[in-house]
């Protein structure tokens, strides 16, 4: 299992912070990668709401909310990711960083299939693709 995690300090508040990336559909409007994001459950916040993303170049993800914090933290769990990989979820978790700051904290986990050879596939493949999609997800949402 790899944990990728990244901290970044956006100029707004929590409560507007937390609009953007709570409306877990509208991740499309500010993350490049994803071309449509639709619920795919009646449900729209809080444990037990989904989307589908389809993602750019790669095909269609579908995610559920495992953990809700109002305001604080969210949890997704990752369906659809490619075949070398066991598990997949993301973490979003804002903190008031005082002055109308937000400090967001972004968390990929992964763990890669294949027994003897996840260690290798996490290490030299799945790693570097997280650091680069935690680095770009933060970028977009603070620009």
């Known amino acids: 299992m790899i944990e990728v995690t990244r901290t970044v ?3 707004a508040p929590v409560e507007t912070v937390w609009a953007t990336v709570a409306k877990l559909d509208s991740v499309e409007q500010w993350l490049d990668a994803v071309s449509k994001a639709t619920y ?4 729209t916040s809080g444990v037990g709401a989904g989307r589908t993303c389809v993602i750019k170049g790669f095909g269609t993800l579908v995610e559920t909310v495992v953990e809700w914090k109002e305001n604080d933290t969210y949890t997704l769990d990752v ?3 490619p075949f070398i990989m066991k598990t997949f979820n993301g973490t979003w978790k804002l903190e008031d960083a005082g002055g ?3 400090r967001t ?4 986990r992964a763990q890669a299939a294949f027994g003897p050879l996840a260690g290798a596939l996490e290490k030299f493949l799945l790693r570097p693709q997280l650091e680069k999609d935690v680095a770009s997800a933060q970028r977009q949402l603070k620009s």
């Open 105 to 108: 904290t972004t968390t990929l």
């Open 9 to 11: 300090e956006i100029e």
């Open 40 to 43: 795919n459950s009646e449900q």
């Open 100 to 102: 109308g700051r937000t």
């Open 79 to 81: 369906e659809g990711t």
